[in-house]
C-alpha cells in the first residue's frame, strides 16, 4: 500500500482531528493503522484497486478522527511501552576486609604476613572492566594484582637456597616525602623437563549452575589444554560432581591423551551442586593412587556455588587441610560470574597449600595452565611468612600494601603449626610497605607519652629503615628456616633493569589502590599510573604488561561513565 493516500486522507479531514494531549494518543493509533497497510509488499489491497472507493482501512481512520473518545484507549495501549525484566543483583561473593592502615612504628613497630601467589582477583576484575563496569572494592586484592605479574628478579643459583630476596627502597609516587619498602622474592626455577612425575586428581562441577558458556564450556577447552602439555609418564584421573558425585575417569596415563580429552568432552551440566561430596570422593581416590615421589594434587574447577552436600565452610576447611598433612594437596580454578563463589574457593586453596585462579578466558588458561604449570604445580618452599619490625628511630609510620586476608598474628612467625603460603618454582613474590620517615609529616600525631623511650632505644640502628625476616620450610619437613636481611637507609644505585620492575610493580599497586577506592592513594590518579606502567613494560614477551595498560585506559572510561 502506497503511503499517498492515507496522507492525503489525514489532510482531507484535518479539521476533525482534537487537538491538544488527546491529538497525541489519536495520532500513535492512526500511525498504527498506517504502518498496518504496509505489510503487503508496498501492494494496495483487493478493496481498494477494485472499487476506487476508501478502503475499510481508511474509513477506519474517518471513523477515529471524527469520534476520538472511540481511539482513545485504544491509542493509550498502543503507545505503552512493554515491560522490561528487572535487573538481577550479582550473587558473586568476596569476603569483606578493611583495607591495612597506618601504624605508628613507635606503637606498634611489628608486621607479620602469609606471602601469597594467587592471582584471581586481578583476573576477575580484569573481565568486569573489560565488560564496562569496575569491580567491587572487595573484589581487589593488592598484592593478587601485584603477584598476577612475573618480575626479573634476581633467582638463586642453586636449588639449595629455595629462593632469593631482595629489598629495595624508591619515592612514593602518591604521598611526597614518604617512600616505599619493596620485597622481591624470586623461586628457584626448575627446569620443567626434570619436574617429579604429577598424579593429578580434577575435580569438576558440572552442575547446572555450571552451563553458560564461560563455564563448563570453557573448563573443557582449558584443561584439555592442560593435558596437550603434560609429560606422558603424568597421570589424571576426573571426578566429577553435581546431585551427586562420580568417578568418569580413573587415574589415567597421559600418554593416552585422547581417553583423557575424550572423557573431558562428554561432561555435560545439569543438577545441584554437592561440591563438599565431590572433594571427599577425588580425596579418597587421590589416597588410593598416592605416589610419594610424584607431584599429588587436586585440582578443583568449580564457580565455587556449593549448595547440596557438606557445605559448611569449617568442615570443608579441616578436610582440606587434614589431607594437606598427607601430602595431597588442592588448587582452586574458578570460572564465570553471577553466583561466583571467591571467599570459598580461597578459603580452600590457601588450606591446601595450591593457588588460585581465576579463569575467563584461553588465554587465561594458558597463562596458569600451561606456561606457569611447574610454578603452579611444584612446590619449592612451604609456609612462608614475612615479619618486618620497623625503627622507630628512622620511621614514623607504616602500611603494608594489601596481604590483608593473609595477616599473621606477631607470635605466629615463629610458630611452625602455623600455615602460611608457598612458593612454587620459579614464582615470584612481592610486597610492598609506604613508610613515613622521621623527618616527615606524619598522618598520625605522635604520643605525648611514652614512645620516646623506644625510639631512643632504636638509635644505635639509626641508618636501618627496618629489618626483616622470613621463615619457610622445605616440602616435607616440619621445622621452619629463618632468612633475615636490615633495610639500610643508603640504598646502592640500582641498574636500569631492577628500577624498571619495581617502577613497574609501583604502578601496579598505585592502580589497585585507585580503583578499590583507597584513602591512601593521594590525588595520584589513573594517567600517572598508565604513564608508569607505560614506561616500565619492558620486553613483555607474553603482552600481559600491557593489556594492563589498557586495561586501566578502559578503567578511565569505566569510571567517567
Known amino acids: 500500500m502506497s503511503l499517498t493516500r492515507p496522507i492525503a486522507t489525514l489532510q482531507r479531514y484535518r479539521s476533525l482531528m482534537p487537538s491538544g494531549p ?20 508496498g501492494q494496495e489491497t483487493l478493496a481498494d484497486s477494485q472499487t476506487g472507493q476508501p478502503a ?3 474509513q477506519l481512520l474517518v471513523d477515529a478522527m471524527a469520534s476520538p473518545a472511540r481511539m482513545q484507549p485504544q491509542a493509550k495501549m498502543m503507545a505503552m511501552p512493554a515491560p522490561q525484566p528487572l535487573p538481577q543483583p550479582s550473587r558473586d561473593r568476596f569476603e569483606a576486609v578493611e583495607e591495612n592502615t597506618v601504624k605508628q612504628a613507635s606503637v606498634d613497630p611489628v608486621s607479620t604476613f602469609s606471602i601469597d601467589v594467587d592471582t584471581a582477583s586481578y583476573s576477575f576484575s580484569r573481565r568486569m572492566i573489560n565488560e564496562g563496569r569496575l569491580p567491587t572494592p572487595d573484589a581487589v586484592r593488592l598484592e593478587e594484582w601485584v603477584n598476577y605479574f612475573d618480575y626479573d628478579y634476581t633467582a638463586p643459583a642453586s636449588p639449595d637456597t629455595p629462593f632469593s630476596t631482595g629489598v629495595t627502597v624508591v619515592e612514593s609516587p602518591w604521598t611526597a616525602g614518604n617512600k616505599l619498602v619493596h620485597i622481591g622474592i624470586k623461586g628457584y626455577q626448575v627446569d620443567a623437563s626434570s619436574r617429579p612425575r604429577a598424579n593429578l586428581v580434577f575435580l569438576l562441577d558440572v552442575s547446572g549452575s555450571m552451563g553458560a558458556p564461560d563455564k563448563l564450556p570453557l573448563l573443557q577447552q582449558s584443561l584439555s589444554m592442560m593435558v596437550k602439555d603434560m609429560h606422558p609418564e603424568d597421570s589424571v584421573a576426573i571426578v566429577v560432581y553435581a546431585g551427586a558425585s562420580g568417578v568418569v575417569l580413573p587415574p589415567t596415563a597421559v600418554k593416552d591423551r585422547t581417553a583423557i580429552t575424550q572423557a573431558l568432552s562428554r561432561l555435560q551440566a545439569g543438577g545441584s551442586t554437592a561440591g563438599g561430596e565431590g572433594i571427599q570422593l577425588a580425596y579418597q581416590l587421590a589416597e588410593q593412587h598416592f605416589d610419594e615421589k610424584a607431584i599429588n594434587r587436586v585440582i578443583l ?36 560470574q553471577g553466583n561466583y563463589n571467591d571467599h570459598l574457593m580461597q578459603t580452600l586453596a590457601q588450606n591446601g597449600n595450591g593457588v588460585a585462579a581465576y579463569i575467563d578466558n584461553l588465554n587465561e588458561a594458558r597463562k596458569v595452565l600451561v606456561t606457569e604449570s611447574t610454578s603452579s604445580l611444584f612446590t619449592i618452599a612451604e609456609d612462608v611468612k614475612i615479619q618486618v619490625e620497623f625503627n622507630p ?19 605466629d612467625f615463629n610458630n611452625d603449626s602455623v600455615d602460611a603460603g608457598e612458593i612454587g618454582a620459579g614464582h615470584t613474590v612481592t610486597a610492598l610497605y609506604e613508610i613515613t620517615p622521621a623527618d616527615k609529616t606524619p598522618l598520625i600525631d605522635p604520643p605525648r607519652y611514652g614512645a620516646r623511650e623506644n625510639a631512643a632505644t632504636a638509635g644505635a640502628q639509626s641508618n636501618e629503615y627496618a629489618f626483616i625476616k622470613l621463615r619457610y620450610k622445605r616440602p616435607g619437613e616440619s621445622r621452619s628456616r629463618l632468612l633475615q636481611t636490615p633495610v639500610a ?16 610493580a609501583v604502578a601496579v ?15 595520584w590518579t589513573l594517567e600517572e599510573a598508565i604513564a608508569l606502567a607505560q614506561n616500565n613494560r619492558g620486553e613483555d614477551p607474553y603482552g600481559y604488561r600491557s593489556e594492563f595498560v589498557q586495561l586501566l585506559r578502559q578503567a578511565q572510561v569505566s569510571r567517567d561513565i
Open 489 to 504: 637507609m643508603s640504598q646502592p644505585a640500582l641498574s636500569a633493569e631492577a628500577r624498571q620492575e619495581v617502577e613497574f
Open 393 to 411: 628511630a628512622t620511621v614514623q609510620e607504616y602500611r603494608l600494601l594489601g596481604y590483608e586476608t593473609r595477616a599473621l598474628e606477631r607470635e
Open 56 to 58: 475499510q482501512r481508511e
Open 509 to 523: 599497586a598505585g592502580a589497585a589502590q585507585i580503583i578499590k577506592g583507597s584513602k591512601f592513594s593521594g590525588n
Open 22 to 41: 488527546l491529538a497525541v494518543g489519536l495520532c500513535t493509533g492512526v500511525l498504527t493503522l498506517l504502518s498496518a497497510g504496509c505489510q503487503n509488499g
Open 301 to 336: 574447577a568449580t564457580d565455587g556455588d556449593f549448595n547440596v552436600g557438606v557445605t559448611d565452610p569449617r568442615s570443608l576447611e579441616a578436610l582440606v587441610s587434614r589431607q594437606r598433612e598427607k601430602g595431597i594437596y588442592l588448587s582452586v580454578l574458578g570460572f564465570g
